[in-house]
């Protein structure tokens, strides 16, 4: 599939003073708009992140953001993960969960746990090394026509439902300021919103959005039931897939508005619209992308995330090839379609992880002092000295 090209902005200048401006959401106040989302560093021991991790987090507070949320953190399920270096949030890793949201509200911001399982999805050595794990998924598939372990009872289904809000509780109880539900990428949430991995015939499948998502609509009501009024709750969603970025959850922008009312209802209190390119266009005869529409059905807040500050997107990064860094004309494009209202809030993943100090930089215009991100940085440890 071939992506249009990025629009030009015919200014060559900014301001991102907008995005400097504080949020409420519920009872949390995030002092910008600036996020930085969920990003895999793998420095996890069973599942306890490490303190290179703690002090990556803290620096990018630092650095000017506003909301980290960790990264993929697996619920306490026998089927969310086996990989020892992937977060988990159970009793045995909470007290470095805690010390990591301490740091990052002794530096002055906000952090969510990212609460996530990764269903079908097939990581190879999982079942390798580990015979007794069994991938539970919807029907079974990590991609149309590619089995990966089986489909899950509905016991099985209720049983991973209590997981997410023991890992929803243990956050709030560790001082976290919300969670984020990872229902995107492919991964378990997501594998019943996409029609090519639900093939179930029960209440949580079918040929509607409104069937498949009923699961998804159900762990976020238990988790806003279980944590109160005040705790704050996001849902990452996306149309692209790790195995498939063509994929599609909707087909078209009724769907989606029926999926928002749903997670909306249930209790989901942001949006967190995951595109590998924020400016692609979602549907034909609108230059909207998938944050826009989101946003067109709610009056919830939506972050928009992809590519920002970057010429390629992650999936290319994670394959080894070299970004460009885009300059202020991709920081001109984002704040015309902020104004418009086409979003509330900015996820700003590599370019954050190239640079602790990004947000910083580009609010002082600052642009060609960054530190571009290179390919092998999620795997360095090079930016996580405290000073």
Not at 87 to 94: F, H, K, M, N, V
Not at 114 to 130: K, T
Not at 184 to 207: C, I, S, V
């Amino acid at each position: 599939m071939t992506e249009p090209e990025e629009p030009q902005a015919e200014a060559a200048d900014y301001d991102i003073m907008p995005l400097l401006q504080p949020l409420q959401v519920r009872g949390l106040q995030l002092r910008n708009r600036f996020v930085m989302p969920g990003m895999q560093r793998y420095w996890c021991a069973d599942g306890a992140p490490d303190q290179r991790l703690r002090e990556y987090y803290c620096r990018r507070v630092l650095g000017g953001v506003s909301l980290v949320i960790s990264e993929s953190c697996a619920v306490d399920h026998p089927s969310a993960t086996k990989n020892p270096t992937f977060a988990r949030i159970s009793p045995g890793t909470r007290e470095a969960w805690r010390r990591c949201v301490a740091g990052v509200h002794e530096a002055g911001g906000a952090m969510f746990l990212q609460l996530w399982h990764q269903g079908a999805v097939n990581y190879g050595g999982d079942a390798e090394s580990n015979p007794d794990f069994v991938a539970l998924s919807p029907s079974g598939l990590s991609h149309p026509g590619e089995t990966f372990g089986r489909a899950a009872t509905e016991a099985e289904l209720n049983s991973i439902k209590r997981a997410f809000v023991r890992g929803a509780l243990d956050a709030a109880e560790i001082g976290a300021d919300g969670v984020e539900l990872h229902a995107a990428h492919g991964f378990l949430l997501d594998q019943f919103l996409w029609p090519g991995t639900n093939l179930r015939t029960d209440r949580y499948g079918g040929p509607a959005i409104t069937g498949r998502a009923t699961f998804v609509a159900e762990v976020a009501r238990a988790v806003r039931e279980a944590t109160g009024p005040d705790f704050a709750i996001s849902i990452r969603i996306s149309q692209w897939k790790e195995s498939d970025y063509d994929a599609k959850i909707v087909r078209e922008a009724g769907e989606l508005g029926q999926l928002v009312s749903m997670l909306r209802s249930a209790g989901v209190d942001i949006f967190h619209a995951s595109t590998r390119r924020f400016w692609t266009p979602e549907w034909k005869g609108s230059d909207l992308g998938l944050a826009g529409w989101v946003k067109s059905f709610t009056d919830a807040p939506v972050i928009a995330v992809g590519s920002v500050g970057l010429d390629i997107d992650v999936m290319a990064s994670l394959d080894g090839q070299e970004g460009r860094p885009t300059g202020a004309s991709r920081i001109a494009e984002l704040m015309r379609r902020f104004q418009r209202g086409d979003f509330n809030l900015v996820s700003v993943g590599r370019s954050q992880i190239g640079d602790p100090e990004w947000v910083t930089k580009v609010a002082d215009h600052r642009i060609p002092d960054i530190r571009p991100f290179r390919s092998g940085d999620p795997w360095l440890s090079h930016d996580v000295v405290t000073t």
